[in-house]
């Protein structure tokens, strides 16, 4: 029997990459509130805006083998330009809404189920002009470790830290070629990450290969987080 993994954010970035990956072995929910390419996979489309609505459980199956919250933001200002609005923003679409959607299916997750979250490389690494970003994400990082420990070992939840991915969240710190060289050597690897580099870990997280693995906070940022090379 196929297994089911939900993915929330699913039409573009990473999420769609992980979409494309999972759709051939899975059964693939995508609930978000576009679905732009999706018409190519063979996935089912849930209508979904995660900061507004509650989930519809009635679309979803039974049971859950697998939950992904891809849903998130790159607000880079200067903390004098943030208001606490923004803040009160970012939390609620970075951590507010994945909080409501773990309390709307955690009762369909499966025995050996994994639950994959994502934060940022800015939270463990300080950067200006991340406040706003590093405080939401950081939020995350906390619930998905004290997660982890309350449901294991019935249910993993890890969290993946990247750096600057090509996704059009990105846009607008990729949008020419100065911009993109002075990103790309920032990093040990001499380039920013692109979607695929984060769906497959992703991807291997909700898979049986990683049935060893909760509780972990796990960097794929072209080594940012822990080598200084320059």
Same mark, same amino acid.
């Given at each position: 029997?196929?297994? #089911?993994?939900l993915?929330?954010?699913g039409?573009h970035? &990473?999420?769609? +990459?992980?979409?494309?990956?999972l759709?051939?072995n %899975?059964?693939?929910?995508?609930?978000?509130?576009? #679905? +732009?390419?999706? %018409?190519s996979?063979?996935?089912? %489309? &849930?209508?979904?805006?995660?900061?507004?609505?509650?989930l519809?459980?009635?679309?979803? !199956? +039974?049971?859950?083998?697998g /939950?992904a919250?891809?849903?998130?933001?790159?607000?880079?200002?200067?903390?004098?330009?943030?208001?606490?609005? $923004?803040?009160k923003? +970012?939390?609620?679409?970075?951590? /507010?809404?994945?909080?409501?959607? =773990?309390?709307?299916?955690?009762?369909?997750m499966?025995?050996?189920?994994?639950?994959v /979250?994502?934060?940022?490389?800015a939270?463990?690494?300080?950067?200006?002009?991340?406040?706003? $970003? @590093?405080?939401a994400?950081? @939020?995350i990082?906390?619930?998905?470790?004290? *997660?982890?420990?309350?449901? @294991?070992p019935? $249910?993993?939840?890890?969290?993946i830290?990247?750096?600057?991915?090509?996704? !059009?969240?990105?846009?607008? *710190? *990729?949008?020419n070629?100065?911009k993109?060289?002075m990103m790309?050597?920032?990093?040990?690897?001499?380039? =920013?990450?692109?979607?695929?580099?984060?769906a497959?870990? @992703?991807?291997f997280?909700?898979?049986?290969?990683?049935t060893?693995?909760?509780?972990? &906070?796990?960097?794929v940022?072209?080594?940012?987080?822990? *080598?200084?090379v320059?």
């Amino acid at each position: 029997m196929s297994k #089911n993994i939900l993915l929330i954010g699913g039409s573009h970035g &990473i999420g769609f +990459e992980m979409a494309k990956a999972l759709h051939s072995n %899975y059964t693939v929910y995508i609930a978000s509130r576009t #679905n +732009e390419e999706l %018409y190519s996979l063979d996935v089912n %489309y &849930i209508s979904f805006d995660a900061t507004t609505e509650t989930l519809d459980e009635s679309q979803l !199956p +039974e049971e859950l083998h697998g /939950f992904a919250y891809c849903p998130g933001s790159i607000n880079l200002k200067p903390l004098k330009m943030l208001s606490i609005d $923004v803040f009160k923003e +970012e939390m609620e679409l970075n951590f /507010f809404s994945l909080v409501k959607v =773990v309390k709307t299916i955690m009762p369909r997750m499966a025995q050996d189920s994994s639950m994959v /979250f994502f934060s940022t490389v800015a939270v463990s690494t300080g950067m200006p002009f991340h406040t706003s $970003v @590093a405080a939401a994400k950081g @939020a995350i990082e906390g619930f998905a470790k004290s *997660l982890a420990a309350e449901f @294991a070992p019935k $249910v993993r939840v890890n969290c993946i830290a990247p750096s600057l991915v090509d996704t !059009p969240l990105a846009g607008r *710190l *990729l949008n020419n070629d100065k911009k993109r060289e002075m990103m790309s050597q920032r990093h040990p690897l001499k380039r =920013v990450g692109n979607a695929e580099d984060i769906a497959n870990i @992703a991807v291997f997280l909700l898979s049986e290969k990683s049935t060893w693995m909760t509780g972990q &906070i796990v960097g794929v940022d072209g080594g940012m987080s822990t *080598l200084n090379v320059s």
